[in-house]
């Protein structure tokens, strides 16, 4: 950046669960949950990302936390905006800098009306321009596959809350699926399951961790177990339980086998040369979901195909956008 050059251009990965930030010649240098807390009568911002989450469930009169995405679209579009500008505000090296271009990615299954409102947040946000680019292609991308050749490639992005799943082949997305179940549905469906089963009310942040920490998709050599702080529900009082992960391995079973059938599906339908390739070269997952234990072996014995989990997946999708802002002329066909 020169002395006199303050414009930046930026890539974003604005995520249910988390939104990374990626500037052009510096790389990611936010990786933050996309959350917000404001001041319930004021409406006023106290704090973005992990500071918001600190206070997320310890409630507070005053004080209110909001996750403006859901379902990987934006639901409250003044709080995106803010989060956004917040973000960009603490990574910029001055109060002076401008924002010149910003690539933005989407849900491969969202609509025009949606995708207006991420591009209205991002110019409101500062950016002069605004490309989008959609998830899976950036996820792609992201995990060095070349999405350029004449060849078929299965990317999987399991995120907070969507998974894409899209078959890419000469920078187009061929076939793809998109389903409204991530990584919220499967906290959703933890604290569901001990409740109805076992009496005991969890928090959202527990649920992750016990998905994180022990969640499964199929049998663990040896099985986990995890002690939890809950509610229980007959005495009304805190508890501390231990809970296995055979237990939640059966919460989570009915939205992982909805992920499998959703692969399924976009298989059958993928065009059979481009069968022949994803044979070859396996399925590739990436999103925070990936890392859910054995979620690859489930899919392989599913569709009986070769499923990787793809390096970092936390990240493939900033990486990839990333990529795309440094050479925007040769990513052109791949932007939306
Ligand atoms: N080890 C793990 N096991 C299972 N799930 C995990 C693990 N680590 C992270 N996750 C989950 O991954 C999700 C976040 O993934 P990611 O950051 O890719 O989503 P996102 O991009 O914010 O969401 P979306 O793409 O839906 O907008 C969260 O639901 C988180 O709980």
């Not at 946000?125 to 999405?147: C, D, F, H, Q, T």
């Not at 061929?174 to 569901?192: F, P």
């Not at 493939?316 to 990513?331: H, N, P, Q, S």
Request: aromatic letters at 4%.
């Amino acid at each position: 950046m020169g002395l006199f050059n303050f414009a930046t251009d930026v890539a974003i990965d604005l995520g249910t669960a988390n939104t990374l930030v990626y500037i052009k010649g510096r790389g990611i240098v936010l990786n933050e949950p996309s959350i917000v807390a404001v001041h319930r009568s004021t409406r006023k911002v106290i704090a973005i990302g992990r500071e918001a989450l600190q206070m997320h469930e310890r409630t507070h009169p005053e004080i209110e936390t909001i996750r403006p995405l859901k379902d990987g679209v934006i639901a409250d579009f003044e709080v995106a905006e803010q989060m956004i500008r917040g973000f960009i505000q603490k990574v910029q090296r001055s109060w002076y800098t401008s924002i010149r271009r910003m690539v933005v990615c989407i849900p491969s299954g969202i609509t025009e009306v949606e995708k207006r409102a991420v591009r209205d947040s991002a110019e409101h946000a500062g950016a002069k321009r605004v490309y989008l680019i959609s998830e899976p292609m950036a996820a792609a991308i992201g995990i060095g596959l070349n999405v350029e050749e004449p060849v078929g490639n299965m990317v999987v992005d399991i995120g907070g809350g969507t998974t894409e799943i899209a078959v890419i082949a000469l920078a187009g997305i061929v076939v793809n699926e998109s389903i409204r179940i991530g990584g919220d549905e499967l906290d959703n469906a933890i604290i569901q399951y001990f409740k109805r089963n076992h009496n005991l009310l969890i928090g959202q942040r527990t649920a992750e961790r016990i998905k994180c920490e022990i969640g499964s998709a199929v049998e663990l050599d040896p099985e986990l177990e995890l002690s939890v702080k809950g509610r229980d529900l007959v005495s009304g009082i805190p508890k501390i339980r231990t809970i296995s992960s055979e237990d939640v391995r059966e919460a989570l079973r009915e939205p992982v086998s909805q992920i499998a059938a959703a692969v399924l599906r976009c298989l059958e339908r993928t065009p059979p040369e481009l069968g022949a390739d994803i044979l070859e070269r396996g399925i590739m997952l990436t999103g925070g979901g990936a890392l859910l234990k054995g979620l690859d072996v489930l899919i392989r014995n599913r569709v009986e195909l070769p499923v990787y989990v793809a390096e970092d997946p936390l990240t493939a999708v900033a990486r990839g956008t990333g990529k795309v802002l440094e050479d925007l002329e040769r990513y052109e066909r791949v932007l939306v």
